[in-house]
């Protein structure tokens, strides 16, 4: 039988997420001054897989046994956190708002659920179409006053395949990835980005990064 610090470990896990994704477009506000949103997310890839492989290493995480299960993982990776985050940050640094953006990737969980039932087939109960509309909903109030009605085609763009990107990913991760270590798995997904995006930033992103102690605290904190 699970402990009560156990249970109380597991309780704390989603508003711990909650905290660290919202979050996340605040850091991701605050870098971009400092830095490109590409060569910032590059950073954030190199230093997140090396993070990764001291403690998969440590813990003695067990690797995928083919290729074709580092190919799965590599390519929910680009889905989840090259496309997702790369359209993220160019919107972002195009001038569109933090709020604006939260509130439009705010539509993922929807958009997953659509996705969910013609790929996968799962079914979805009244009770968790209530709690998505809440969510939504919630998103809104929080963002409501930094939603701008006029957006850029561009930023419009670059958050639509952001959406895209993260619906399509998490479902491909749940399909032919939910076996692999979770330890190994960011290894190779953080990897899998940065060799993905190194010549993208040599050939478009020639700014130099500003390497101040707001934009050490963005990073470490994105």
Request: charged residues 10%.
């Amino acid at each position: 039988m699970p402990t009560a610090a156990h249970t109380r470990r597991q309780l704390a896990f989603p508003f711990l997420f909650v905290l660290l994704w919202s979050t996340g477009f605040i850091a991701a506000k605050y870098g971009l001054a400092y830095a490109p949103p590409l060569t910032f997310l590059l950073y954030r890839f190199v230093l997140v897989a090396a993070l990764m492989g001291i403690v998969a290493v440590a813990t003695r995480a067990v690797w995928p046994a083919t290729l074709a299960q580092v190919g799965h993982v590599a390519v929910s990776a680009w889905l989840v956190h090259g496309v997702y985050l790369g359209g993220v940050l160019v919107a972002i640094a195009g001038g569109m708002s933090a709020g604006m953006a939260a509130m439009l990737v705010g539509l993922q969980p929807i958009l997953t659920v659509l996705l969910a039932r013609g790929w996968l087939g799962e079914r979805v109960v009244p009770r968790q179409w209530l709690g998505l509309a809440l969510g939504l909903a919630g998103v809104w109030l929080v963002v409501r006053h930094k939603v701008e009605l006029t957006v850029d085609s561009a930023g419009l763009t670059a958050i639509a395949l952001a959406l895209v990107g993260i619906s399509v990913g998490t479902l491909y991760q749940k399909r032919y990835c939910s076996h692999v270590d979770l330890r190994c798995s960011a290894v190779i997904q953080f990897a899998a980005c940065a060799l993905a995006y190194l010549p993208i930033v040599l050939a478009f992103e020639h700014a130099p990064v500003r390497w101040t102690p707001e934009f050490a605290f963005a990073l470490g904190w994105a």
